[in-house]
């Protein structure tokens, strides 16, 4: 019984992908460029501290909290005095390089905590993180 009233239930497929209209972009999102640092030290320490705050509010207060926060923005600093300005390559640079940090005891991984950071950065020159504007 269950059978047949399993098979008299019609399939419904998605819409075909010419039902869907897909708006161009017309120009391309153009990067966010970060002022040139004054005090990069300074810098890493502000992300630090609001980097690790995220973190601690967005799940639980963990231990491991600030060794993510300090490894992010010695990554930053250090991306950041090299002279790198571009909002794009300091969030790869993230994502590379913590790709060897054990996130064994956390609950985040490197690409929340570059995304985080960019968020943080795109907050702070007063940029919405949806839209870029």
């Known amino acids: 019984m269950i059978l047949s009233i399993i098979l008299r239930v019609p399939l419904r497929f998605p819409p075909r992908p ?4 897909i708006k161009k972009m017309t120009q391309p999102i ?5 002022p040139p640092p004054e005090n990069p030290l300074l810098e890493g320490e502000w992300l630090r501290e609001r980097l690790q705050r995220w973190l601690d509010t967005e799940f639980i207060p963990e231990a491991v909290n600030q060794n993510i926060a300090q490894r992010a923005a010695q990554i930053f600093v250090r991306q950041r005095m090299e002279g ?3 909002l794009g390559s300091l969030v790869i640079a993230i994502v590379t390089e913590m790709q060897s940090y054990d996130f064994s005891n956390s609950f985040y ?3 929340a905590i570059a995304n985080a950071v960019s968020d943080l950065l795109l907050e702070s ?6 839209c870029g504007q």
């Open 18 to 21: 010419s039902a869907f209209k």
């Open 30 to 34: 153009p990067p966010i460029t970060l």
């Open 84 to 86: 790198e300005n571009d």
């Open 109 to 111: 991984g490197e690409f």
């Open 125 to 130: 020159l007063g940029i919405d993180k949806c």
